[in-house]
């Protein structure tokens, strides 16, 4: 029987990167995004590699979305073996003129949902003696940089919940791990590079090499195979060993 895996922010960027290396497995794969062809993308992929999908566009914001986005997930598929908690924002700000409102969705968004979705799929994981979260955190999960203060906050609270998971999960066969990449090169950071170009005044490549690469050993993104490999390998049957601990893909970035 094929295996579910419920990805949220999966229809770009690091989450549909995890979603088309778990579709090559043949995992059936409920799909989550804000993009309004949100389902079309989830069709394609779903007829690509011959497997069901989903989609769902559930405000992570609202706690009983996502418990109903699990739900929708169990039901349209029978079961739910795998969680990606991938979702995120970012808001970039001096503390002192940081928006309180900005700072909360991003808590929300990035924090709050890990929690809600993990507690909503609980039951049906340990009701199946499997399961496995797989938390995207962020190397901002185990180091800081200025002027990301909600960001960082919610990585670290995020790579906490994962070990508290690990140590309840452990009876049932659930398994929580986090993933925390460097700089990866998605549509959002791309945006950002043509951002910080403008903003101080030099070349995209200088804002890569300068910037956005800067603390990084290894001066190239994360590749997104990379990270969709190391959450193939947390999902698989033979990882029940592995659990609650955060796999670090940053370049050498907490090396130093």
């Not at 094929?2 to 497995?25: N, R």
């Not at 989830?42 to 497997?51: D, F, L, M, R, S």
């Not at 969709?228 to 796999?247: C, E, V």
Request: net charge neutral; proline share 2%.
């Amino acid at each position: 029987m094929s295996k579910t895996v419920l990805i949220t922010g999966s229809t770009s960027g690091i989450g549909l990167g995890i979603a088309h290396q778990f579709a090559k497995e043949g995992y059936n794969i409920m799909f989550h995004g804000l993009e309004t062809n949100g389902q079309d993308i989830a069709n394609e992929v779903g007829k690509k590699h011959h497997i069901k999908v989903g989609f769902s566009n559930a405000n992570l914001l609202q706690s009983e979305a996502i418990e109903n986005l699990v739900n929708e997930t169990i039901d349209t598929f029978g079961s739910l073996h795998v969680l990606v908690n991938n979702a995120g924002i970012q808001f970039v700000s001096p503390i002192e003129d940081f928006p309180n409102s900005k700072y909360e969705n991003i808590i929300a968004i990035n924090m709050n949902a890990v929690f809600y979705a993990s507690k909503a799929v609980w039951k049906q994981m340990k009701k199946q003696k499997f399961g496995r979260i797989i938390n995207v955190s962020s190397v901002h999960g185990i180091r800081a940089s200025e002027f990301k203060s909600a960001y960082v906050t919610a990585k670290h609270g995020v790579i906490g919940m994962t070990k508290v998971l690990a140590l309840e999960g452990a009876e049932f066969n659930i398994t929580c791990n986090a993933i925390c990449p460097g700089y990866v090169k998605t549509p959002l950071v791309e945006g950002q590079i043509k951002d910080q170009a403008k903003a101080h005044n030099m070349t995209e490549d200088e804002v890569v090499e300068k910037v956005m690469l800067k603390k990084q050993a290894v001066k190239q993104f994360v590749p997104l195979e990379a990270i969709a490999n190391m959450a193939l390998l947390l999902a698989k049957d033979s990882s029940t060993t592995i659990t609650g601990t955060s796999f670090v893909l940053d370049g050498g970035w907490s090396a130093q």
